[in-house]
């Protein structure tokens, strides 16, 4: 099944997280290309974080729905800025299904920034019993998504996606 996801109700999506996300003073947001791309940006000007890094990433096959590939794969050498005692890091994507990105971009931050990090994740969609019941639950307890979904079932089509025939 395909859903939807308007423009309104992204905006709202992302005051949700801004409003759950506001106690902590962000260091950097790193936005997971493509799809965590919008709702980064979005995030970096509501919480007011001007550095900003690009993890280039990928899990589809291709852009019709449900040609899901099996692991992320990171694509490219990310993109971080130099940020002085950098100790809040945000990583953002617009869903998570099971968590493998989430924890390779950390890997990078770590390598980049150091292992003494507050990093904490948002997406717009998550899969949490799957993601409960892989090898990346770990992430649940730094996770927030304010929509849960089955990835298996459900094709969120995101207002950024109109007019792209190929995901139908």
Request: glycine residues 8%; aromatic residues 10%.
């Amino acid at each position: 099944m395909i859903t939807k996801c308007e423009w309104p109700s992204f905006q709202h999506d992302v005051d949700k997280i801004s409003q759950k996300l506001r106690h902590v003073d962000w260091d950097l947001i790193v936005g997971v290309a493509r799809g965590g791309l919008p709702l980064a940006v979005a995030l970096s000007h509501s919480l007011h974080c001007k550095s900003f890094g690009v993890v280039a990433a990928g899990k589809t096959n291709s852009e019709k729905a449900f040609d899901l590939g099996y692991t992320m794969e990171i694509i490219g050498q990310p993109i971080f800025p130099e940020v002085d005692n950098c100790k809040n890091v945000l990583v953002v994507d617009d869903i998570v299904a099971v968590g493998d990105g989430f924890s390779m971009v950390q890997c990078m931050i770590n390598e980049k920034y150091g292992r003494n990090l507050n990093i904490q994740f948002a997406s717009l969609y998550a899969d949490i019993e799957n993601i409960q019941q892989g090898p990346f639950g770990d992430i649940l307890n730094r996770l927030y998504s304010p929509n849960h979904i089955n990835n298996q079932m459900i094709w969120v089509q995101f207002p950024w996606e109109e007019g792209d025939e190929t995901i139908a």
